[in-house]
Antibody, heavy 119, light 108 residues
Framework: QVQLQESGPGLVKPSETLSLTCTVSGGSISSYYWSWIRQPAGKGLEWIGR???????NYNPSLKSRVTMSVDTSKNQFSLKLSSVTAADTAVYYCAREGELTLGAFDYWGQGTLVTVSS | SYVLTQPPSVSVAPGKTARITCGGNNIGSKSVHWYQQKPGQAPVLVIYYDSDRPSGIPERFSGSNSGNTATLTISRVEAGDEADYYCQVWDSSSDLYVFGTGTKVTVL
């Protein structure tokens, strides 16, 4: 059973960079698209971007100037960096996989990690 | 960018049928996916490619998509179906995934 686990600081200061890592277990990270999705408290889901295991990326245009994603296949991990954060970036951040048979849909999700932007 | 509109809430009695709509311009030309999210939990995929069910999802969940509206139907609603539901598509004009505004399903 594939499992995803987000990790990283739960508190980030304004103007600094948010950094999160998603560790994949129970399966290979190779040959899949991996996404980051966030959800402010009481609000809906926002797709941040995705990375393929080759390293190719797609980012949400609204966040593109601040987002960087990377993948480390040797560690079965992929990562998110979001720069120049503000209070508006406070949210639960999820990592998720696009399924091989459900391409375009997210079949596995991490439990989510709350990131608060505050001084 | 592409906008997906859902009703904020739907209320349904146990044993009845809940229908959750997802409106978007010519959404019938896109593949629509649906997620269930219970409080404090990550979303769970319940319908993909308009009407396919992942393994483990009850047959009570079904989907359709035509014209400007996609619909998630939950038959014989149970108390455990109470959750937020989101639709999702790929917006090819902007190269991004878009989620609907979300619908809270309340079981009376």
């Amino acid at each position: 059973q594939v499992q995803l686990q987000e990790s990283g600081p739960g508190l980030v200061k304004p103007s600094e960079t948010l950094s999160l890592t998603c560790t994949v277990s129970g399966g290979s990270i190779s040959s899949y698209y991996w996404s980051w999705i966030r959800q402010p408290a009481g609000k809906g889901l926002e797709w941040i971007g995705r990375i393929y295991t080759s390293g190719s990326t797609n980012y949400n245009p609204s966040l593109k100037s601040r987002v960087t994603m990377s993948v480390d296949t040797s560690k079965n991990q992929f990562s998110l960096k979001l720069s120049s954060v503000t209070a508006a970036d406070t949210a639960v951040y999820y990592c998720a996989r696009e399924g091989e048979l459900t391409l375009g849909a997210f079949d596995y999700w991490g439990q989510g990690t709350l990131v608060t932007v505050s001084s | 960018s592409y906008v997906l509109t859902q009703p904020p809430s739907v209320s349904v009695a146990p044993g009845k049928t809940a229908r959750i709509t997802c409106g978007g311009n010519n959404i019938g030309s896109k593949s629509v996916h649906w997620y269930q999210q219970k409080p404090g939990q990550a979303p769970v995929l319940v319908i993909y490619y308009d009407s396919d069910r992942p393994s483990g999802i009850p047959e009570r969940f079904s989907g359709s998509n035509s014209g400007n509206t996609a619909t998630l139907t939950i038959s014989r609603v149970e108390a455990g179906d109470e959750a937020d539901y989101y639709c999702q598509v790929w917006d090819s004009s902007s190269d991004l995934y878009v989620f609907g505004t979300g619908t809270k399903v309340t079981v009376l």
